[in-house]
């Protein structure tokens, strides 16, 4: 499963990591779904070993834009977005089966991604709108999250 931010924010940028950001549920989310397996710590010296721990759980990671103009890190401020190159992905990807979009952002792409896809790959795969792990998604409580996510994962049997 592919799951698809929209662009990284500030701290995600500094840090050259996804989901940097402290606030951020992503990671603690994730933990929460496999407590039979820790997380390795966070910190650069830690990050490609906190992928390979996606990667071992099915899980990768990219985001809808491959290029943005962007002051701070809301979504809402994105201006000139190029989208990524999703019909190479497969390329790297041949075993993808689903997509995860983390937030509206993401998710309002789904159909181009999925067009991408199918007239590339003739691959039909389902997308689905994850609430935003984002700490600006304040409406959404940790445990509404976790359950959301919980339920996608299982669904396709990755819990």
Known sequence: M?????????ASLRAQQYYAHPQNH???ILQALWPQHPLPAAGPEHYTQ???WLLA???GLWDVYASCEREGSLDISIRNPQVNDFARLLGRCPRLAAVAHNGAESFRHAPAVLASLWMQHRLQLQAVRLPSTSPANASWSFDR???????LLSAHHLL
């Open 145 to 151: 999250k976790l359950a959301a996510w919980a339920e």
């Open 2 to 10: 592919l799951v698809l931010g929209s662009f990284p924010g500030a």
């Open 57 to 59: 759980r099915g899980l």
């Open 50 to 52: 906190r992928c390979d």
């Open 26 to 28: 992503f990671w603690k």
